[in-house]
Structure formats: structure tokens, C-alpha cells
């Protein structure tokens, strides 16, 4: 009895990118081990510089993670118990737990069905004398509309933290998402357009007295090493991730270009295919997810047979956050919200994809 292999194409591969760039890599981290200097070293000062000129903005501060990116900026803009922040179900939980470890409430406003992201249309209709802040995220890399979000946000005297934890390198209407609001905060994660082999994260702003507070944060508190202002946090970015990071900055737009091009020939191949709505396809889209939705019910079983064909898959994000086990009976349910986290599958992309993987994942769908 014969068996017919298939190829195994996973829903990321970041082996292509590292042998391309190993040389660099290598390079980066021996200088970095030559000076010994392993926190907040040379690199992360020159990575500050190099990415805060890149995004167009006065002060990029790097941190431990995306997750402490959106704790500190919080923090700096002075939000605490009894407040109330505006923020998108449809995502992964440190959007809503970096609220909650703040002692804040997140209050939740259903999506966009058409863009998966937090829909402006419902967002005053949910602001209270205790809402302090809104918290957009740029899901899978798609912006928001930052002009009715800022519109909104001015109108009432809000704060905006732009959760750019996927979208580095995507633009809304030409302006860099993270660059709008008070602060962007960004993931280095792995998996990222613009990802660390490690954690780390940054934030962006335009504030010099955020700045300051942020700087301060990052470093338990203190200006001036010893002499501790407030309870901060251990969140500085490690010096041989910003010298990875600088290695791989300069290649962002070529790879945010290719991911658009990925997605440009799934939207083609998938067009017609009954029960499956592609993304749409803007400028301004990083596509750090291809994410379709597969109506009719039929989405688990869509992703058991393209793994039986080799194919990777995820599901971003089954449980919406209100719905999670700390926020269980807290919220009403939100209609698109609970339908997308019941359709919404990602197919493989990378920065390094090749046409042969998406022709491949295009003739089993079709077939």
C-alpha cells in the first residue's frame, strides 16, 4: 500500500528569513558579545534611534515585550482603578489584560464585520463619565480608521493607545499605525513582521513628558539608577535582540510588500469560492495575518482537511476576550465579535513565501 506524501507547508516559516540574514545575525550578536554591554547596550540605543526615524516620530522606547508596551503606556498616561478604557473583543488577551493589570476596566465595543477591527460607529455610545481611554487594535495587521477614532477620541477628551502589536510597518493613509494615538505600542514577537528571536516590544511617541515617564517605567521607576520616583517595572529590550532587530529593520518594507503580494494572489485564487470572504486588500495593510472567514459552520472542518494535506492553519481567535474565563459573565455577548472568532481561519504567509506554497494551498481549496 502506497500513501501520497504531501508538502508540509506551516502557517509560519522563519527558517528561509534566518538563513538569508545569518551572516548579519551572527555578526550582530559577536559585537554585542565582544562589549559585553548585554542591558540597554549600544544596540538598543541605536535601534531606538534608527526605528523612531523610521515610524516618523520624536521618541521610540524599547521594552520587554507588546505586553508591557501597552501596561507602561497606560501607566505613563496616569490610568488606574476606577477608570474605563474602550477597546475591540476581537483580539488577543494582553489588550484587555494590560487594562485589567492597571486596575482599569475594559469595556468592550463589538467589530467591523467587514475589517474584523473595533468599529468607530459604536464607540460613543459607550463612553461614560469614567472612560479615560481608547485602545484600537490593528488587527492582523489592518489599521483601524484612526481618523474617526481620533475625531471621537478629541471630541471627548479620550486618550488613544494604538495596539500596533501587528502592524508594524502598516499605514493609515500614509501615516504609520502607532504614530496617531498618544502612544503605539508594538510586539517583537517571533512571529512578527519586524519580529525578535526572543520577546521584546516598543513604544512610540510624540510626547516628550510620555517619554520621560515611559523611560522611567521601563526601569523600575527611576530616572537616575537608585533613587526610585514610583513601583515601575524590569521591561528593558535586550541588546542582542535590538542588534537582530537592526539587522532586520532596513528589510521591512520589501517583506511588508511581499506579504501584500501574498495576499493580493490568495484573494484571486480563492475569488468565487462559495462560503469563504477574503480580506480586503488596502495600501495601508501589513498583512501580518492572511485571515479569511468560512461561513456556513464549515470552518473546523476546512482546517482538519488542509492539515491532513499538510497545510498549517490558525484560528485567531477562538474565544473572544469577553468571553474568556476572567471576564465569564462580566459582558454581554457581541454579536460579530462571537461570529468571527467562529469563522475567522489564518492561512500561511511569511515575508518569504513562495508562489509555488500558495498555488499549492490555492488547488486543494478549489479542488
Known amino acids: 500500500m502506497t500513501t501520497t506524501a504531501h508538502p508540509?507547508?506551516?502557517?509560519?516559516?522563519?527558517?528561509?528569513?534566518?538563513?538569508?540574514?545569518r551572516?548579519?545575525?551572527?555578526?550582530?550578536?559577536g559585537r554585542v558579545l565582544d562589549r559585553t554591554d548585554f542591558i540597554m547596550g549600544e544596540d538598543v540605543h541605536l535601534f531606538e534611534q534608527e526605528v523612531a526615524a523610521y515610524l516618523g516620530v520624536k521618541?521610540?522606547?524599547?521594552?520587554?515585550?507588546?505586553t508591557d508596551a501597552l501596561v507602561i503606556a497606560l501607566r505613563a498616561l496616569g490610568i488606574g482603578p476606577g477608570d474605563e478604557v474602550i477597546t475591540t473583543p476581537f483580539t488577543f488577551f494582553a489588550t484587555a489584560e494590560s487594562i485589567s493589570m492597571v486596575g482599569a476596566?475594559?469595556?468592550?465595543?463589538?467589530?467591523?464585520?467587514?475589517?474584523?477591527?473595533?468599529?468607530?460607529?459604536?464607540?460613543?455610545?459607550?463612553?461614560?463619565?469614567?472612560?479615560?481611554?481608547?485602545m484600537p487594535v490593528h488587527l492582523y495587521g489592518n489599521p483601524v480608521d484612526m481618523t474617526r477614532i481620533m475625531a471621537i477620541a478629541d471630541k471627548h477628551g479620550l486618550k488613544v493607545v494604538e495596539d500596533c502589536a501587528q502592524s508594524f510597518g502598516a499605514r493609515w493613509r500614509g501615516t504609520q499605525t502607532g504614530t496617531i494615538g498618544d502612544f503605539g505600542a508594538y510586539s517583537f514577537f517571533p512571529s512578527k513582521n519586524l519580529g525578535a528571536y526572543g520577546d521584546?516590544?516598543?513604544?512610540?511617541?510624540?510626547?516628550?513628558?510620555?517619554?520621560?515617564?515611559?523611560?522611567m517605567l521601563r526601569v523600575h521607576g527611576s530616572r537616575k539608577k537608585y533613587?526610585?520616583?514610583?513601583?515601575?517595572?524590569?521591561?528593558?529590550?535586550d541588546t542582542i535582540q535590538a542588534a537582530i532587530l537592526r539587522v532586520k529593520l532596513p528589510h521591512i518594507e520589501k517583506w511588508n510588500a511581499h506579504r501584500?503580494?501574498?495576499?493580493r494572489q490568495y484573494n484571486e485564487g480563492l475569488k468565487g469560492v462559495e462560503g469563504i470572504v477574503t480580506p480586503e486588500l488596502t495600501d495601508g495593510h501589513a498583512f501580518h495575518q492572511y485571515t479569511i472567514r468560512v461561513q456556513n459552520g464549515r470552518r473546523d472542518e476546512l482546517q482538519r482537511k488542509l492539515a491532513e494535506l499538510g497545510i498549517g492553519t490558525m484560528v485567531y481567535y477562538p474565544v473572544p476576550q469577553d468571553e474568556l474565563p476572567i471576564y465569564k459573565g462580566q459582558y454581554r455577548t457581541y454579536e460579530y465579535s462571537s461570529l468571527a472568532a467562529k469563522e475567522a481561519l489564518s492561512l500561511p504567509i511569511s515575508h518569504f513565501m513562495e508562489s509555488k506554497s500558495i498555488f499549492y494551498i490555492l488547488d486543494r481549496f478549489n479542488k
Open 260 to 263: 501584500r503580494e501574498v495576499a
Open 200 to 215: 521584546g516590544g516598543l513604544l512610540a511617541t510624540n510626547d516628550d513628558a510620555l517619554a520621560d515617564t515611559a523611560r
Open 105 to 134: 476596566k475594559p469595556v468592550f465595543v463589538d467589530i467591523d464585520p467587514a475589517t474584523l477591527n473595533l468599529n468607530p460607529e459604536l464607540i460613543e455610545a459607550a463612553i461614560t463619565p469614567n472612560t479615560r481611554a481608547i
Open 23 to 29: 551572516p548579519e545575525i551572527m555578526a550582530a550578536i
Open 8 to 21: 508540509q507547508i506551516p502557517i509560519l516559516d522563519l527558517k528561509p528569513e534566518i538563513d538569508e540574514l
Open 227 to 237: 533613587h526610585n520616583e514610583t513601583v515601575g517595572y524590569n521591561s528593558r529590550l
Open 59 to 66: 521618541h521610540a522606547i524599547g521594552v520587554n515585550s507588546g
